[in-house]
Nanobody
Framework: QVQVVESGGGLVQPGGSLRLSCVVS????????MGWYREAPSKQRELVAV???????DYGDFVQGRFAVSKGNAKNAMYLQMNNLQPEDTAVYYC??????????????WGQGTQVTVSS
């Protein structure tokens, strides 16, 4: 069984920063990529940032240089440094890991999410 655990969410004032963490553990063969997605009330889940096993990164258009995704020193760990947060960044942030299993099959694993609230 695979576990995906996020941490680091919370309440921050506009212009502030937060650092989210994600750790994937359990019986996982290999990870192709890990990413952050967010879901705000009444909106669809959207990509925030993704990083591949090779270190290639991609971001949602709204990020505009404010966020940085990175891999941790620990195996299967990932971070999201978020700076200059704005009220529109308020959402539940989910960690996703794409597992490459035997025979090339891929599986999506999701965490439970961590709430980020940006408010004065």
């Amino acid at each position: 069984q695979v576990q995906v655990v996020e941490s680091g969410g919370g309440l921050v004032q506009p212009g502030g920063s937060l650092r989210l963490s994600c750790v994937v553990s359990g019986n996982i063969f290999a990870i192709r990529s890990m990413g952050w997605y967010r879901e705000a009330p009444s909106k669809q889940r959207e990509l925030v940032a993704v990083i591949t096993s090779g270190g290639t990164t991609d971001y949602g258009d709204f990020v505009q240089g404010r966020f940085a995704v990175s891999k941790g020193n620990a195996k299967n760990a990932m971070y999201l440094q978020m700076n200059n947060l704005q009220p529109e960044d308020t959402a539940v942030y989910y960690c996703n890991a794409v597992e490459i299993a035997v025979a090339g099959l891929e599986f999506d694993h999701w965490g439970q999410g961590t709430q980020v609230t940006v408010s004065s």
